[in-house]
């Protein structure tokens, strides 16, 4: 009933720039907390940044500076711009999304497929 999609990755040098997207469909009543974690090979999934319903975010520290999320409650939508990327950034991108399908206020978490994000030296 609901499908988070994410887009917007790729190549790029380091030092460049890529902004992700990343937008839920299907039956929504809600979102909370719309975040990106990013996941490279042979490392776990880890909390890249988060985003509450009010605007409320929050950031891993390797990146504050250089990333900005954003949401665009009306889309269901939430993007991620990533500034001055480094190698390390290099991973498959996931989105997060916290849905309350129907008003019943009780939240889910959905995934989307994952985005690659390479950036080279």
């Known amino acids: 009933q609901v499908r988070v999609v994410e887009s917007g990755g790729g190549l790029v040098q380091a030092g460049g720039s890529l902004r992700l997207s990343c937008a839920a469909s299907g039956t929504i009543f809600g979102i909370k907390w719309m975040s990106w974690y990013r996941q490279a090979i042979g490392k776990q999934r880890d909390l890249v940044a988060a985003?509450?319903?009010?605007?409320?975010?929050v950031y891993v520290d390797s990146v504050k500076g250089r990333f900005t999320i954003s949401r665009d409650n009306a889309k269901n939508t939430v993007y991620l711009q990533m500034n001055s990327l480094k190698p390390e950034d290099t991973a498959v991108y996931y989105c997060n999304a916290d849905i309350s399908p129907y008003s019943d206020y009780k939240y889910l978490d959905y995934w989307g497929q994952g985005t690659q994000v390479t950036v080279s030296s």
């Open positions: 985003i509450e319903s009010t605007g409320r975010t």
